[in-house]
T-cell receptor, first 111, second 114 residues
């Protein structure tokens, strides 16, 4: 079955460490996105990529980095520069302006 | 720029009650409109969509009609179930200034009492 896989589901890190969240899709979608969701709040766009080897900052890119070396993969690194990294991170993909398909998310806790 | 405004939650209803969650939007041109649902601990799933004025999207007993004259896309269901408890997001994409980015509302949490 086609879909988006985010791993791991739960991730724990110490403050000051970088951490990379995985996102893989086998839907053959060109565009991929990373969102952050805080408790009781909506989604905020971190980064997005419309084609391989190209990506753009979203609304809250500071403290995050991404790469898009393959069409299927769009990993997100949460760096130590991100002041409040504890959150629920959602990856999504789409074809052009069609609806987004979401993964099941990674809950990151930094202590 | 484009924006989406949803009614604030939480919304608490009894089983079999009628549901309306309001959504209005601001956009130039002719955006496509969506409702997504998020169950606890999961990602978002597309619930329904409408791509042009007067279109009605429907799925799982939920409906929403694209009203250009009132710039609205309200979500309705005639008889809710406990299993409908989730967070609902209204969203839009497209129009003249989309930059190919989907715009989400802030979400409305729905709780259904047995």
């Amino acid at each position: 079955d086609g879909g988006i896989t985010q791993s791991p589901k739960y991730l724990f890190r110490k403050e000051g460490q970088n951490v990379t969240l995985s996102c893989e899709q086998n839907l053959n979608h060109d565009a991929m996105y990373w969102y952050r969701q805080d408790p009781g709040q909506g989604l905020r766009l971190i980064y997005y990529s419309q084609i391989v080897n190209d990506f753009q900052k979203g609304d809250i890119a500071e403290g995050y980095s991404v790469s898009r070396e393959k069409k299927e993969s769009f990993p997100l690194t949460v760096t130590s520069a991100q002041k409040n990294p504890t959150a629920f991170y959602l990856c999504a993909s789409s074809l052009s302006d069609s609806p987004l398909h979401f993964g099941n998310g990674t809950r990151l806790t930094v202590t | 720029g484009n924006s989406v405004t949803q009614m604030e939650g939480p919304v608490t209803l009894s089983e079999e009650a009628f549901l309306t969650i309001n959504c209005t939007y601001t956009a130039t041109g002719y955006p496509s409109l969506f409702w997504y649902v998020q169950y606890p601990g999961e990602g978002l799933q597309l619930l329904l969509k409408a791509t042009k004025a007067d279109d009605k999207g429907s799925n799982k007993g939920f409906e929403a009609t694209y009203r250009k004259e009132t710039t609205s896309f309200h979500l309705e269901k005639g008889s809710v179930q406990v299993s409908d408890s989730a967070v609902y997001f209204c969203a839009l994409i497209g129009g003249y200034s989309s930059a190919s980015k989907i715009i989400f509302g802030s979400g409305t949490r729905l709780s259904i009492r047995p």
